[in-house]
């Protein structure tokens, strides 16, 4: 079965720092692209983070740029957003999404997601 | 960044009904748009990519369509397990994955 679980996150005030990890399991994780998206009830569905297959091309939000970080560790089928000058408005909710084509057709998998809360 | 207008925001529809949701682009994407749906509580979950292809696993009464610009999801006969928020996502641009504003559809 393909899962993605996250966790690490919570509470954390403004300027603070929180890690989020996601863990994978039931395919091969190397092979896909990862993503970290967000989901506030103000801005929808905001994507912040990418990571091709290998980690040696990574993308970040405008937003986001210079305060996070996304790496992945493909031996411990693993992936990590670590987000540092924390704002209010980073609050939402953290999905790990992994995507792309196979010999299947395309796959696309997300995790359950995981409640970040930047408050005072 | 490329930005996604769906349209209607929300709708209400009977068991039975045929409807269709509309997703345009601001600039040109091919066919690289997918269509998703979340529930309340839930992740969401991928029903059409490559904008006509239907995901493996999801009923034939989804389907997609456009290329370009200009797409829409369809649902013929509407199921009650099909209510929730339906959003398209363009995968264009890797470095810039953007999503629509979601459709909620409601079971009358």
């Known amino acids: 079965e393909v899962k993605l679980v996250e966790s690490g996150g919570g509470l954390v005030q403004p300027g603070g720092s929180l890690r989020l990890s996601c863990a994978a399991s039931?395919?091969?994780?190397?092979?896909?692209?990862m993503n970290w998206i967000r989901q506030t009830p103000g801005k929808g569905l905001q994507w912040v983070a990418y990571?091709?297959?290998?980690?040696?091309?990574?993308y970040y939000a405008d937003s986001v740029k210079g305060r996070f970080s996304i790496s992945r560790d493909n031996d411990k089928q693993s992936l990590s957003l670590q987000m540092n000058s924390l704002r209010p408005e980073d609050a939402g909710v953290y999905y790990c999404?992994?995507?792309?084509?196979?010999?299947?057709?395309?796959?696309?998998?997300w995790g359950q997601g995981i409640r970040v809360t930047v408050s005072s | 960044d490329i930005q996604l207008t769906q349209s209607p925001s929300s709708l209400s529809a009977s068991i039975g009904d045929s409807l269709t949701i509309t997703c345009r682009a601001s600039q040109m994407i091919d066919f690289y748009l997918n269509w998703y749906l979340q529930k309340p509580g839930e992740a969401p979950k991928l029903l059409i990519y490559a904008a006509s292809r239907l995901q493996s696993g999801v009923p034939s009464r989804f389907s997609g369509g456009g290329s370009g610009t200009d797409f829409s999801l369809t649902i013929s006969g509407l199921q009650a397990d099909d209510f929730g928020v339906y959003f398209c996502?363009?995968?264009?641009?890797?470095?810039?994955?953007?999503f629509g504003g979601g459709t909620k559809v409601e079971i009358k």
């Open positions: 039931g395919f091969p994780f190397s092979k896909y692209e």
């Open positions: 996502q363009q995968i264009h641009t890797i470095s810039a994955l953007t």
């Open positions: 990571s091709s297959p290998t980690g040696g091309t990574i």
């Open positions: 999404m992994g995507r792309g084509y196979d010999r299947s057709g395309y796959f696309d998998s």
